[in-house]
């Protein structure tokens, strides 16, 4: 089984302890089946001594660029990206 640790306009309402465990858990988590999923607000500041980099160093991560999602992580960054569209209102039922 797998586990999913989601967080959303990270580091918004992060505590520094919270961001340090955050770094722990994605780190060590994929060994153990545990995974982290997050979108990160670049607009906010982040924890004091806060590095974001071992966040990405061992991610694959998606940039938003030029109005869409393009991959950050060099052995898909060749690769094309393209997301499904949003269903129609009508056909969602």
Same mark, same amino acid.
């Given at each position: ?9 990270? *580091? #918004?309402? /992060? ?11 994605? &780190? ?5 089946? %545990? ?11 982040? *924890? #004091?001594? /806060? ?11 998606? &940039? ?5 999602? %393009? ?23």
């Amino acid at each position: 089984p797998y586990h999913v640790v989601v967080a959303a306009n990270f *580091p #918004h309402g /992060f505590s520094d302890s919270a961001a340090r465990k955050l770094i722990s858990i994605s &780190q060590s988590g994929p060994r153990c089946g %545990v995974f982290t999923l997050l979108s990160i607000d670049t607009d906010q500041k982040l *924890p #004091h001594e /806060f590095r974001i980099q071992p966040l990405l160093d061992d991610s694959v991560h998606l &940039q938003w660029v030029d109005n869409r999602l %393009v991959w950050k992580y060099p052995l898909f960054e060749k690769l094309p990206l393209e997301l499904d569209r949003i269903p129609d209102p009508a056909m969602r039922g």
